[in-house]
């Protein structure tokens, strides 16, 4: 099955610590992105990144870091410097990238729930 | 900033009855999409519409885009209690093409 997985489904986080949140996906896809949502809002854009060892801040990066080392891989690092990091993270991807082809419509994972005890 | 501003925020209808969203934004755009979201899931595409495009249809789908009002709607017609979901419209803004903004979703509620 092609798709995008995302764990672990639910993390919990004490205060002052870094978590990562993975995220994986096998649809050969140039582009991933994480976005955060926060409880009945639309999704906030924190790092994207168009090709392996490339990416980009989003509108909300602060607090938060990513890599890229592989095509199938975009970790996201929740730091001790993100005050407020309860929220939900989703994980999406597009076929498009540097490259430009086809439309952007996104893929998205199941989600990650983060909550700080 | 959000760039999408969907309208109404939530929304409750008896099944059988259609259902129509809206979308506002702000800037030019390259296209605008559609999402659903069931409760605690992920997003799911629905439909995208390109910037010269008037209509488009998918199934029970609707969408319509006036780009010289920045505006969009989503009508769902003979909705059914599955359709229960948030829905979102996303902007891909011209020149920014990898980047989409999402908006802040209608929360619909299908009552059988």
């Known amino acids: 099955d092609g798709g995008i997985t995302q764990s672990p489904k639910y993390l919990f986080r004490k205060e002052g610590q870094n978590v990562t949140l993975s995220c994986e996906q096998n649809l050969n896809h140039d582009a991933m992105y994480w976005y955060r949502q926060d409880p009945g809002q639309g999704l906030r854009l924190i ?5 392996v060892n490339d990416f980009q801040k989003g509108d909300i990066a602060e607090g938060y870091s990513v890599s890229r080392e592989k095509k199938e891989s975009f970790p996201l690092t929740v730091t001790s410097a ?3 990091p309860t929220a939900f993270y989703l994980c999406a991807s597009n076929p498009g990238g540097t ?18 005890l | 900033s959000q760039q999408g501003e969907e309208d109404p925020q939530a929304l409750s209808i008896q099944e059988g009855e259609n259902a129509t969203m809206n979308c506002s934004y702000k800037t030019s755009i ?23 495009e008037r209509e488009k249809h998918s199934g029970r789908l609707r969408v319509t885009l006036d ?24 902007t891909a803004p011209s020149g920014g093409y990898q980047k989409v903004t999402f908006g802040t979703g209608t929360k619909l509620q299908v009552i059988p």
């Open chain 2, 30 to 52: 390259n296209n605008l999409q559609w999402y659903r979201q069931n409760s605690g899931r992920g997003l799911v595409h629905l439909i995208l519409i390109r910037s010269n």
């Open chain 1, 47 to 51: 790092y994207y990144s168009q090709i």
């Open chain 2, 67 to 90: 780009t010289s009002k920045k505006s969009s709607s989503l009508l769902i017609t003979a909705s059914r209690a599955a359709d229960t979901a948030s829905y979102f419209c996303a």
């Open chain 1, 82 to 84: 993100q005050k407020n």
């Open chain 1, 99 to 116: 490259s430009g082809r086809g439309d952007n419509e996104q893929f998205f994972g199941p989600g990650t729930r983060l909550t700080v």
